[in-house]
């Protein structure tokens, strides 16, 4: 229990992390995926050899990796073809690693809506841009996506915790 509330907390600290990073600068470090995809291995590890409790929901590395390849699988031709960024991909592989085929498919679902919506605001502010004066034009192009996403998994993740404890 001890060590499964210790993984829960370090997802929340980079789930946060990661929201603020995207929002703040559109773009996810490298460094931080990095460092997620090292501390969920060595967990999974631990796991195996018995010293720690199932990663968060219980992913296991077969759960989180056929997460991950199908996100890369997915989501690289979107980035290709530039309709998406290379840190929302990554993030969406490493998020995958994390929580697993069945979670990952539930916070890509839950993500999204903010993310469309944000999308079809954006587009239709540019359609106005062509009439408003310099001044009003819209600066940030980009969508925080992994930040709706990491938005989606705290909230799917204290749900699916705190559910289970009580």
Known sequence: MTSSLAWWG???LF???????????RRVSNRLLLF????QSLWLL???AGWLAPAGD??????GGLAMALSLLVFWPLWRA???GAGDIKFLATLGWLTGLENWLIILMLGS???A???LTQVMLLRREAVLPVRYAITRRGIPYAGYLAAAALLWSAWWHWGRIS
């Open 10 to 12: 370090a997802f929340v």
């Open 15 to 25: 789930a946060l992390l990661v929201i603020l990073e995207d929002l703040r600068h």
């Open 36 to 39: 997620a995809l090292a501390f």
């Open 46 to 48: 631990g796991n195996r």
């Open 58 to 63: 219980g992913a296991s590395a077969l759960s």
């Open 82 to 84: 530039h309709l998406m």
């Open 113 to 115: 809506i903010p993310g």
């Open 117 to 119: 919506l944000h999308a």
